[in-house]
C-alpha cells in the first residue's frame, strides 16, 4: 500500500460490527441491516443480506463450482448509524459522560442526540479464553511469591 492510499484510510472509526445502518446511496438505498463484517484496509463494510451480487466459482478439491449470491462490500460513506430514538440515519459523534465513560452520541440535523450504545456481538470472543494453565505459561505460585519487601528494602536490586 502506498503512502496516498494510506492517507485516505480511516483511522477513527464511528462504524462497528454489529451497528445497525442504513444504507444511503446504491440499489438498496434506503434499507437498514446490521454490520457483518468491518473491512477496515478498505475502508468498507459487509451489511447482512445488502448489496448481494452473483458470483461464478469455479469447481476445485473439496467444494463444488456454480453461481453463488454473495454480499458485496460497501464503502462507508454509503451508510450512517441508525438513530435508536426517531429510526432515521445520523452521524456519529464522541461525548465524555461526568464518570468518565466514553460513549457514542447520534448527532446532526433531525438527531435525537441520544446514546448509541455499543453492539453486543462486540463482547463475544471468537476464540475462548484458555481455562487450563499450558506448558508456556507461568505458574501461579511462582507468581504470587513476594519478592519484594518495602519496609526493610530486601529484593531491590543493586543498581
Same mark, same amino acid.
Given at each position: 500500500?502506498?503512502?496516498?492510499?494510506?492517507?485516505?484510510?480511516?483511522?477513527?472509526? &464511528?462504524?462497528?460490527?454489529?451497528?445497525?445502518? #442504513?444504507?444511503?446511496?446504491?440499489?438498496?438505498?434506503?434499507?437498514?441491516?446490521?454490520?457483518?463484517?468491518?473491512?477496515?484496509?478498505?475502508?468498507?463494510?459487509?451489511?447482512?443480506?445488502?448489496?448481494?451480487? %452473483?458470483?461464478?466459482?469455479?469447481?476445485?478439491?473439496?467444494?463444488?463450482?456454480?453461481?453463488? *449470491?454473495?454480499?458485496? /462490500?460497501?464503502?462507508?460513506?454509503?451508510?450512517?448509524?441508525?438513530? /435508536?430514538?426517531?429510526?432515521? /440515519?445520523?452521524?456519529?459523534?464522541?461525548?465524555?459522560?461526568?464518570?468518565?465513560? %466514553?460513549?457514542?452520541?447520534? &448527532?446532526?440535523?433531525?438527531?435525537?442526540?441520544?446514546?448509541?450504545? &455499543?453492539?453486543?456481538?462486540? %463482547?463475544?470472543?471468537? *476464540?475462548? &479464553? /484458555?481455562?487450563?494453565?499450558?506448558?508456556?505459561? *507461568?505458574?501461579?505460585?511462582?507468581? #504470587?511469591?513476594? *519478592?519484594?519487601?518495602?519496609?526493610?528494602?530486601?529484593? #531491590?536490586?543493586?543498581?
Amino acid at each position: 500500500m502506498g503512502w496516498k492510499s494510506y492517507q485516505k484510510l480511516i483511522h477513527q472509526w &464511528r462504524i462497528l460490527r454489529g451497528d445497525n445502518v #442504513m444504507i444511503t446511496r446504491g440499489k438498496d438505498k434506503g434499507e437498514t441491516g446490521v454490520v457483518k463484517r468491518v473491512v477496515r484496509s478498505q475502508n468498507r463494510v459487509i451489511v447482512e443480506g445488502k448489496n448481494l451480487v %452473483k458470483k461464478h466459482i469455479k469447481q476445485g478439491q473439496g467444494h463444488e463450482g456454480g453461481i453463488f *449470491t454473495v454480499e458485496a /462490500p460497501l464503502h462507508v460513506s454509503n451508510v450512517q448509524v441508525v438513530d /435508536p430514538v426517531t429510526g432515521k /440515519p445520523t452521524k456519529v459523534g464522541i461525548r465524555y459522560l461526568e464518570d468518565g465513560s %466514553k460513549v457514542r452520541v447520534s &448527532r446532526g440535523i433531525g438527531a435525537s442526540g441520544s446514546i448509541i450504545p &455499543r453492539p453486543e456481538i462486540l %463482547k463475544i470472543r471468537t *476464540t475462548p &479464553r /484458555p481455562t487450563v494453565a499450558g506448558p508456556k505459561d *507461568t505458574p501461579l505460585e511462582v507468581v #504470587m511469591e513476594r *519478592t519484594y519487601d518495602p519496609k526493610t528494602g530486601k529484593g #531491590m536490586p543493586d543498581l
